[in-house]
């Protein structure tokens, strides 16, 4: 699978477990991050109080992904997904195991060494984010509903707000996603995305469908708020197109399983 490395990425095949990391991110020491792409893992788990089939081998393969990034599993907190504009700044994770928001987040935000902050895909946008001037970092799930309502750009206005993070000295990865090339709409989506976003080269029409590109409208609302073009970094992977070793939903139906992404500040040894 050597096309899952690339000039952005580094891929990690491990006997346990497989993993792809940013290689701008792995030039801090201080930052621990992963996004699996081994479809032999499903990290789907729900809610606290609707725990199912799935929810102890999620945690399995949870603890399993933190050993081998030598982060300890009790300090991680997964959002509790609901495709909206929700960001919440985590000062603390409960003493039980793997924390789940009480409420429908999409962005985790902190600033707190050895916590976990994990989201869930199986084709919409993960961002991992780190302003490395004030040491903050996020997880952000952005389906196109939370590209609609920006969730990118209100993630980053919190982290300015609240930790003082300059827009240029924030570096943005982009994790493995639907792309242009598969995110097939009909005209009730398009319609809402054509209201929000006047941009070139986004839309694409073939037939009765539309195609939208939700990676490049996500980047230019980054640059014209004042994100430095060579600190979005992307994967440059679709997770349909590379749906033999990526869990997606649209290329797996309902048998699809999710995907995991982690970023934890970790205190300097």
Known sequence: MEFLANENIVYTKDKD?????????????????????DKRFNFKTASNNEKDKNYDIAINNYKLLCRNLNLNFNNSIRSDLGHTDKVKIVDEVKAENFDITEDKYDGLITNKSNINLITTSADCI???????INKVIANVHSGWRGTLQRIIIKTLIKMHNKFNSNY??????????IRKCHFEVDYDVFEMFYKEFK???????KGNKWYIDTILINKLMLLELGVKEENIIDSNICTVCSGKY????????DNFKLNTSIISLVERR
């Open 126 to 132: 993960i961002f991992l984010i780190y302003d490395s």
């Open 199 to 205: 941009y070139d080269n986004i839309y694409e029409k």
């Open 246 to 253: 990526i869990n997606s939903y649209r290329k797996d139906k």
């Open 168 to 177: 240029e000295d924030i570096i943005i990865c982009i994790c493995p996603s």
């Open 17 to 37: 477990i497989s993993y792809i990391q940013f290689k701008k991110l792995l030039e801090y020491p201080e930052l621990i991050h992963a996004f699996t792409v």
